[in-house]
């Protein structure tokens, strides 16, 4: 499986962005995907979840209410709408699939950059 992430950019704070992520190869019909975040000098951090076998989701709560995570699956994509955003939402974003436990992952995307200006 290849995760593929893109639509990271500079916005100004309070602006959006939607991420995508790309998954290729075997089907991940049924697994868990996600977005972390890693900012500089910090430990990467989960930002949010979405089951596609029980077609729910969770988030981190920095993001509750401000970020979607969202699948098209007849596409494979995995989003992330991001609204609101705010200085501290800087960081390099990945995708990840197919969850092992807590924040263990089988396969993780390249990341993509976002920066939000204040």
């Known amino acids: 499986v290849q995760l593929q992430a893109s639509g990271g950019g500079l916005v100004q704070a309070g602006g959006s962005l939607r991420l995508s992520c790309r998954a290729s190869?075997?089907?991940?019909?049924?697994?868990?995907m996600a977005w972390f975040r890693q900012a500089p000098g910090k430990e990467r951090e989960f930002v949010a979840l979405?089951?596609?076998?029980?077609?729910?989701?969770v988030y981190a709560d920095s993001v509750k209410g401000r970020f979607t995570i969202f699948r098209d699956k007849a596409k494979h994509m995995l989003y992330l709408q991001m609204n609101s955003l705010k200085p501290e939402d800087t960081a390099v974003y990945y995708c990840?699939?197919?969850?092992?436990?807590?924040?263990?992952?089988?396969?993780w995307g390249q990341g993509t950059q976002v920066t939000v200006s204040s």
């Open positions: 990840a699939a197919e969850r092992i436990r807590a924040d263990v992952y089988t396969f």
């Open positions: 190869g075997r089907s991940l019909r049924y697994t868990t």
């Open positions: 979405f089951s596609w076998s029980a077609d729910s989701t």
